[in-house]
């Protein structure tokens, strides 16, 4: 009975939802699908064709419509909703393919309607629904809907795309705004709306001219668009893999789904999906022309460095999707009845609500960035009252027309901050008046500055007293120079009191001045000295991440370490010298030689304060040399196990060395692996290379050396082994055992 009443349940729900009138949000629908899986599995009986969960697509809205066979079946993803159930596809798809190199392919899932468009001899021809998989509902009528698919394209042969048609946030609200004004239902939320909007009736089935007249009217009010991410027939596609066929696809001026990355390793795409959810995606360029294959340090760098642009999206999402890339390979995967074996989605729990604006606020960064704050009345969002969040910058304000006193919707998916979705405009019943973004600085008054190309705007002033708090407390963190308790409310009162101007007013502290201090006792006097005392042991790659160098984080700042191998070589280099180091571009290579050309007075009186037996101040590659030596002779302390709020160890068998991972690790994820090494001041590389000097097999995959069923990084160590260039090879236990 349980599992009748889910299958009704979910028809129903999915009914309303082409209707564009679904009463219950993507994660419920979600939970209640999970839940009859468990419950048809759990009985043991015959699951029925017409069950939910072996439907594809969606159901018959209008028995009108023309049902069309697809050239090839439009299937279903796979949904998965925790890193596990990823790890588990891999291992179903390593069990077929074996031990053959993939590439992976992580897109947006874009929360909109699947459709199928087909070109023929370059013009638009067809226009299907996904259906059951197998047919899907002619919408070609509804096309001129679509506002940014082009009618014609340079291509002769038959082309059939696939993806998802969609509608802006900003569109929904015009649209709104409009139905307010002529006393109309208001629409929910862009998705509803997209699946209602393509089931509009057939101009071409009217009554008479007044009805069709009023059909294409609303067609012109109801503004949808399409991203491409799929291959239906391969008639007309020279592509071999799915990367290819998006480039192949832009050329032809067909809008192809943003953000795409391209990844050499599962694993690497995993970490992607795991940062994805926790910090947002990188600022990227949506044109395949400027993307690359991405590797996990990149992944790391541009997380930890650049901001998200999960809160500028003007379209939702509802997760990201997996794909091999080759598609000989995903031949060799096929297909079950509902989904293919080379495709799956990761999504997350999405919460959505309703509440007021009550105030704009502006925050100063440590580069100086000024960031707006919304001030929210308070709502209840996966278990946590949201108050605050994130406006990003000045243009999401005029573009989402953001104005105080508005009643917004507010989202948070996964661990993302909470996000403005949109402005419900029709429920501002008074006039609100524009969001203006200051002018000046709110701390220190100096006129701020838009940057130039960006979107950001900024406070030139190095000396700003809100730039130094944040920049203050990043040099303290656990991540910089791991200065315990000195906290975010203690560097407020020192740079208050006038006691800390400068990084190098922080070693000039004394016990007796600190002592003093408003809820400062003796002890934690004492303990601050002490741990200020310690930071000065750690070396370049942390001194160097601790300057808040706009561009340059802790991957950068090990980079630059590794390669000039001194502070003082660093200083003297050129812009062209930098630029020269391995992912340093020309943009971040310009901003870190105008800190050492702006920021000499500032350093120089840093390292006089921290004096001349601070660690960063030594040369890297003699240190390395003594390491070298003392690891030869096994003299490496069990006390020196490394902790990531101790400072890289110049006594470790992986300083200054480049180790590469393969096979999957038991013990700990590849993203903390990484973190070992680099804290004991190594570099983790993606591919094996001249300069490699460990290889690393998890211990799932691990085969001794000489056997058959290596890895490509095990052939590849192996073959440059031969060749001169000895690389040693760690099981998993042996790598711990080293830590």
């Given at each position: 009975?349980q599992?009748?009443?889910l299958r009704?349940q979910?028809?129903?729900?999915?009914?309303?939802?082409?209707?564009?009138e679904?009463?219950?949000?993507?994660?419920?629908?979600?939970?209640?699908?999970q839940?009859?899986?468990?419950?048809?599995?759990?009985s043991g009986?015959?699951?029925?064709?017409?069950?939910?969960?072996?439907?594809?697509?969606?159901?018959?809205?209008?028995?009108?419509?023309?049902?069309?066979?697809?050239?090839?079946?439009?299937?279903?993803?796979?949904n998965?909703?925790?890193?596990?159930?990823?790890?588990?596809?891999?291992?179903?798809v390593?069990?077929?393919?074996?031990?053959?190199?993939?590439?992976?392919?992580?897109e947006?899932?874009?929360?909109?309607?699947?459709?199928?468009?087909?070109?023929?001899n370059?013009?638009?021809?067809?226009?299907?629904?996904?259906?059951?998989?197998?047919?899907?509902d002619?919408i070609?009528?509804?096309?001129?809907?679509?506002i940014d698919?082009?009618?014609?394209?340079?291509?002769?042969?038959?082309?059939?795309?696939?993806?998802?048609i969609?509608m802006?946030?900003?569109?929904?609200?015009?649209?709104?705004?409009?139905q307010?004004?002529?006393?109309?239902?208001?629409y929910?939320n862009?998705?509803?709306?997209?699946?209602?909007?393509i089931s509009?009736?057939?101009?071409?089935k009217a009554k008479?001219?007044?009805?069709r007249?009023?059909?294409?009217?609303?067609?012109?009010?109801?503004?949808?668009?399409?991203?491409?991410?799929?291959?239906?027939s391969?008639?007309?596609?020279?592509?071999?893999?799915?990367?290819?066929?998006?480039?192949?696809?832009?050329?032809?001026?067909i809008?192809?789904?943003?953000?795409?990355?391209?990844?050499t390793?599962?694993?690497?795409?995993?970490?992607?999906?795991?940062?994805?959810?926790?910090?947002?995606?990188?600022?990227?360029?949506?044109?395949?022309?400027?993307r690359?294959?991405t590797?996990?340090?990149?992944?790391?760098?541009?997380?930890?460095?650049?901001?998200?642009?999960?809160?500028?999206?003007?379209?939702?999402?509802?997760?990201l999707?997996l794909?091999?890339?080759?598609f000989?390979q995903?031949e060799q995967?096929?297909?079950t009845?509902h989904?293919?074996?080379?495709?799956?989605?990761?999504?997350?729990?999405?919460?959505?609500?309703?509440?007021?604006?009550?105030?704009i606020?502006v925050q100063v960064?440590?580069t100086?960035?000024?960031?707006?704050?919304?001030?929210l009345?308070?709502?209840?969002?996966?278990g946590t009252?949201?108050?605050?969040?994130?406006?990003?910058n000045?243009?999401?304000?005029e573009?989402?027309?953001?104005?105080?006193?508005?009643?917004?919707?507010?989202?948070k998916?996964?661990?993302?901050?909470?996000?403005i979705?949109?402005?419900?405009?029709?429920?501002?019943?008074k006039?609100?008046?524009?969001?203006?973004?200051?002018?000046?600085?709110?701390?220190?008054?100096?006129?701020?500055?838009?940057?130039?190309g960006?979107?950001?705007?900024r406070?030139?002033?190095t000396r700003c007293?809100?730039?130094?708090?944040e920049k203050?407390?990043?040099?303290?963190?656990r991540?910089?120079?791991d200065i315990?308790?000195?906290g975010?409310k203690?560097?407020?009162?020192?740079?208050?009191?006038?006691?800390?101007?400068?990084?190098?007013?922080?070693?000039?502290?004394?016990?007796?001045?600190?002592?003093?201090i408003?809820?400062?006792?003796e002890?934690s006097?004492?303990?601050?000295?002490?741990?200020?005392?310690?930071?000065?042991?750690?070396?370049?790659?942390?001194?160097?991440?601790?300057?808040?160098?706009?561009?340059?984080?802790?991957?950068t700042?090990?980079?630059?370490?590794?390669h000039?191998?001194?502070?003082d070589?660093?200083?003297?280099?050129?812009?062209a010298?930098?630029?020269?180091?391995?992912?340093?571009g020309?943009?971040m290579?310009k901003?870190?030689?105008?800190?050492?050309?702006?920021?000499?007075?500032?350093l120089?009186?840093?390292?006089?304060?921290?004096g001349?037996?601070a660690?960063?101040?030594?040369?890297?590659?003699e240190?390395?040399?003594?390491?070298?030596?003392t690891a030869?002779?096994?003299?490496i302390?069990?006390l020196?196990?490394v902790?990531?709020?101790?400072?890289?160890?110049?006594?470790?068998?992986?300083?200054?060395?480049?180790?590469?991972f393969?096979g999957?690790?038991?013990?700990?994820?590849?993203s903390i692996?990484?973190?070992?090494?680099?804290?004991?001041g190594?570099?983790?590389?993606?591919?094996?290379?001249k300069d490699?000097?460990?290889?690393?097999?998890?211990?799932?995959d691990?085969?001794?050396?000489?056997?058959?069923g290596?890895?490509?990084?095990?052939?590849?160590a192996?073959?440059?082994?031969?060749?001169?260039?000895?690389?040693?090879?760690?099981?998993?236990e042996?790598?711990?055992?080293?830590?």
């Open positions: 009975m599992i009748e009443i009704q979910l028809q129903e729900y999915d009914r309303l939802y082409r209707l564009g679904s009463p219950i949000t993507d994660t419920e629908f979600d939970r209640l699908s839940e009859l899986i468990r419950l048809e599995k759990q009986l015959p699951i029925p064709a017409e069950s939910p969960t072996q439907r594809v697509g969606d159901v018959v809205i209008d028995p009108t419509q023309t049902r069309v066979e697809h050239s090839v079946p439009m299937l279903s993803i796979e998965t909703f925790n890193i596990d159930e990823l790890r588990d596809f891999e291992k179903r390593k069990k077929k393919l074996g031990n053959e190199p993939t590439a992976w392919i992580v947006l899932k874009i929360d909109g309607v699947a459709a199928s468009l087909v070109y023929e370059g013009i638009f021809m067809q226009a299907l629904t996904r259906g059951d998989g197998r047919a899907g002619d070609t009528f509804n096309f001129d809907m679509v698919m082009p009618r014609q394209i340079e291509n002769k042969n038959r082309i059939e795309v696939r993806g998802e969609y802006l946030n900003s569109d929904l609200t015009l649209l709104n705004e409009e307010q004004r002529r006393g109309e239902k208001i929910k862009a998705r509803n709306l997209t699946a209602g909007t509009l009736k057939d101009p071409g008479n001219e007044k009805e007249q009023g059909i294409l009217a609303e067609h012109q009010r109801r503004k949808l668009r399409f991203f491409a991410h799929s291959v239906g391969h008639e007309g596609i020279q592509a071999k893999t799915h990367w290819d066929f998006l480039q192949e696809l832009e050329t032809l001026g809008p192809i789904t943003p953000y795409a990355k391209r990844f390793a599962f694993d690497e795409a995993v970490g992607y999906c795991e940062a994805f959810y926790s910090s947002g995606f990188p600022v990227a360029d949506t044109s395949t022309a400027d690359s294959t590797s996990t340090s990149s992944i790391e760098q541009t997380i930890a460095e650049r901001t998200s642009q999960l809160e500028e999206l003007d379209f939702e999402i509802d997760g999707v794909k091999i890339d080759d000989v995903r995967l096929g297909t009845e989904h293919p074996h080379w495709a799956i989605a990761y999504k997350v729990e999405r919460y959505e609500a309703l509440t007021t604006l009550r105030d606020i960064g440590k100086g960035t000024i960031t707006p704050v919304a001030l009345e308070g709502i209840e969002l996966a009252t949201v108050s605050r969040a994130s406006l990003h000045a243009e999401e304000i573009r989402k027309d953001i104005r105080v006193g508005d009643v917004v919707v507010v989202e998916a996964g661990k993302i901050i909470p996000r979705v949109r402005v419900e405009k029709h429920l501002r019943t006039k609100l008046e524009p969001y203006l973004f200051p002018t000046a600085c709110p701390v220190c008054a100096s006129p701020v500055a838009k940057d130039e960006g979107v950001y705007i406070c030139p002033n007293p809100a730039q130094f708090k203050l407390r990043y040099f303290a963190s991540n910089a120079m315990e308790g000195l975010e203690l560097i407020e009162q020192l740079v208050d009191a006038g006691l800390v101007r400068s990084f190098g007013d922080l070693y000039r502290l004394e016990w007796n001045v600190l002592k003093n408003d809820r400062m006792a002890k006097a004492t303990n601050l000295i002490n741990a200020i005392a310690k930071s000065k042991s750690n070396e370049l790659p942390r001194f160097l991440n601790a300057l808040s160098i706009r561009h340059v984080g802790n991957r700042a090990m980079l630059l370490s590794r000039f191998g001194s502070l070589r660093l200083r003297r280099a050129s812009e010298e930098i630029a020269e180091v391995d992912e340093i020309q943009i290579a901003s870190i030689f105008n800190f050492f050309c702006y920021e000499q007075e500032t120089d009186d840093l390292l006089d304060a921290m001349e037996d660690m960063c101040r030594q040369d890297i590659k240190s390395a040399t003594a390491n070298e030596n030869q002779v096994g003299m302390s069990s020196e196990v902790d990531r709020s101790v400072g890289h160890k110049p006594d470790s068998i992986f300083y200054g060395k480049n180790v590469v393969t999957t690790m038991s013990s700990m994820t590849r692996a990484r973190q070992k090494i680099e804290t004991v190594g570099i983790v590389s993606d591919s094996i290379r490699t000097d460990f290889l690393v097999i998890g211990q799932q691990y085969r001794i050396v000489g056997e058959s290596m890895s490509n990084k095990q052939r590849k192996v073959e440059m082994a031969r060749k001169g260039s000895p690389i040693e090879i760690l099981s998993e042996e790598f711990l055992k080293i830590l």
